[in-house]
């Protein structure tokens, strides 16, 4: 079974309005939680590492006013796109690290952004 | 020069045949390897996940890392119509953030 609950799995926006994309960790309480980017034919890019109670940490090149991301509970991370545009457009995935392993092991189902 | 390199495809085989699937990469430091794959507006699942040097194998699939080379594959045997996927190889240095292949896409058709 699923592992890391995504929703909502498809949006559509208007440009101007913000969007929120929420991930839970179903199986166990995950202090970390990752997002991630995926536009066509490219590589997932490292959005933001979100960490519970505490400040999410971006990757350069990603705005932190744009993507506001708030880990609310040890199971609860959310990530707000605010006045999307129509460049915002894309593929935007959740991911945790499994326990006994160093790397992502579970990935949400994804959330398909469109703005228009 | 991209820190990982993967053909994007598509790559196109019959029922039953062997796969290889390969990325190279540029940064000496990788040490952790995975195969993920994605089936079309889902989220990746992790298939195989490799530490260091060596060879790794799951049912159908086999994964290999030879770090001289800077070179991974994954093999797949009696492929079937369901691995038509996007396969997408990552790769870390340990604790520190994944770095994606852009993914090949892998058509089986029966």
């Known amino acids: 079974g699923a592992v890391v609950s995504q929703h909502p799995s498809r949006v559509i926006c208007k440009s101007g309005t913000s969007v929120k994309i929420e991930c839970r960790s179903l199986d166990f309480q995950a202090t970390t939680m990752f997002w991630y980017r995926q536009f066509p034919k490219q590589s997932l890019m490292l959005m933001a590492t979100s960490n519970e109670g505490s400040k999410a940490t971006y990757e350069q090149g990603v705005e932190k006013d744009k993507f506001l991301i708030n880990h609310a509970s040890l199971t609860l991370s959310t990530l707000t796109v605010t006045s999307a545009h129509p460049e915002d457009s894309s593929f935007y995935i959740c991911?945790?690290?499994?326990?006994?392993?160093?790397?992502?092991?579970?990935f949400g189902q994804g959330t398909r952004l469109t703005v228009v | 020069q991209k820190e990982v390199e993967q053909d994007p495809g598509p790559l196109s085989v019959p029922e039953g045949a062997i796969v290889s699937l390969n990325c190279t990469y540029s940064n000496s430091a990788f040490q952790y390897f995975m195969w993920y794959r994605q089936y079309s507006r889902k989220g990746p699942e992790l298939l195989m996940y490799t530490y260091s040097s060596g060879n790794k194998e799951d049912g159908r699939f086999t994964a290999q890392v030879d770090k001289s080379s800077k070179y991974i594959s994954l093999f797949i045997r009696d492929s079937q119509p369901s691995d038509s996927a996007t396969y997408l190889c990552a790769m870390h240095r340990g604790f520190q953030k994944l770095v994606f292949g852009t993914g090949t896409r892998l058509l089986v058709s029966p």
């Open positions: 991911t945790i690290k499994a326990r006994d392993r160093n790397t992502e092991a579970f």
